[in-house]
């Protein structure tokens, strides 16, 4: 029996690794749910800092099961779901982007990127705004200019303003991973353990440098405070997203399962002393939130490596397909505009009514945007970079000039990877991974079918 993350010839093409394509949709239903069922009844600190609308009485929100459920590992074992399902999203970034990095030029993972994230972003923000303007209508709108132009190009937090939509924040992390992962791959070493566990170091380092900055006393924080304090905190998170990078390694058989093993208990290691060293706890921040975020990501990196061992025995069904497509949108909507849709909804049927109801118009309308914005403007990213001169004939997945050396000395066949266009032709994209724009096709998680039988290569769609 193969071992998980081996690669399986198979001559067979899928273009979604469905196992993660379940992370993907899960860890969106649970950011729904603590939107829902916990952070809304932060009425005064959270959703009325957001929505501007007026608080609901905590007495007209009762505690149900799923709440007290939701709760209880955050009170005793510093755990929250919602953070955890933040977590996975992390590793389903650094699983994902070396496919995209494959054999193509930097401007066309630039083209893609931008186009995958930005216009998606707008409008929901322009939504995000219209539910604010609907619920303060009569009075002067309360969202500065400045405000929507830093959200809108995702340096609020460095700008010192508050985001439109405070889910944005995973959105800067993603984007210094994006950043670091392709000078890696264009150096071509991305493939390297050594060269990932000292990208994870210099990473944290330089993160634990900048960030351990505080205001002087008495005075006002200005944009080059929160300059150094953002961008250092958003590197030490960024130090979890290179585990999901080593998985990868794994999952294309470029690296064993012990070398696996070795890197990402060293990443973590380092993410570890990153978060409690870091500006995550006091005097940096009033309250300690470098244990909750060490514990919950470590919970999303666990059920992210069972789903990766189970693979695609995991039952394929519509509902979760299209959960997985829509995960970005139902990011950007489940917050100011899904808090929004709450509170309208509570005060005309009640909160346990709401809940349902608010639930699935939410999630209709990011269906709308992933099918209306987010799926054309990244079919446009594909036909712009469909152009030979966005292609490369090297990748950072070719083996490394000493090993093919050793290979030609012994007289053994160089190993190729499978992800080699010129021998898988590209196929039509199945409607689910229309968005996917990555040519080369990907062995299953653990090359294995429901059946035991060796299974079909898969592939995954990038995350936010």
Known sequence: MPAAGSAQPTGERQRIVWWAHVARGSAAIVVLFARFMFEFREQTTLVKVFTFATPIPLGDLPATFAYEAYKWPRDHLSIDPGTAAVGMFFMLSGFVIPFALERRTMSAFGIRRLLR?????????????????ITTHGSPFPVERAQVITSGTLVSQYAGKNWIDPSYWTIPIEELFYLSAAVLAATRLLRRPAVLMATATIVAAVGLLLGRVLPDPGGTPDVTFWMRFWVGRNLCFMTFIWVGVALHMLY?????????????????????????????????????????????????????????????????????????DMSYPVYLTVTVIGWTVLLWLTNALGYLWALPVAAAVTLLIAFLLH??????????????????????????????????????????????????????????????????????????????????????????????
């Open 252 to 324: 294309r058989g470029f690296w064993k399962r012990s070398t696996f093993a070795v890197v990402a208990a060293y990443v973590c290691v380092v993410f570890f002393f990153a978060l409690h060293h870091g500006p995550f706890q006091h005097p940096y921040l009033p309250d300690d939130q470098a244990t909750t975020f060490f514990n919950s990501f470590m919970v999303g990196l666990g059920v992210f490596l069972i789903l990766y061992v189970i693979g695609n025995r995991i039952p394929k069904n519509r509902p979760m397909q299209t959960l997985g």
């Open 371 to 464: 099918k209306l914005v987010e799926k054309p403007t990244y079919a446009l990213a594909q036909r712009i970079t469909a152009q030979s001169r966005f292609r490369s004939d090297h990748s950072w997945s070719d083996e490394p000039r000493a090993r093919r050396r050793r290979r030609a000395r012994r007289g053994r066949p160089g190993y190729v990877p499978e992800l080699d266009p010129d021998r898988a032709p590209e196929r039509p994209p199945e409607p689910a991974s229309a968005m996917l724009g990555l040519d080369e096709p990907v062995p299953d998680g653990n090359g294995l079918a429901p059946d035991g039988s060796v299974g079909a290569t898969e592939r995954p769609e990038p995350t936010t």
């Open 117 to 133: 994230v930005y216009p998606t972003l707008w409008v929901a923000t322009a939504l995000s705004l219209l539910a604010i303007w």
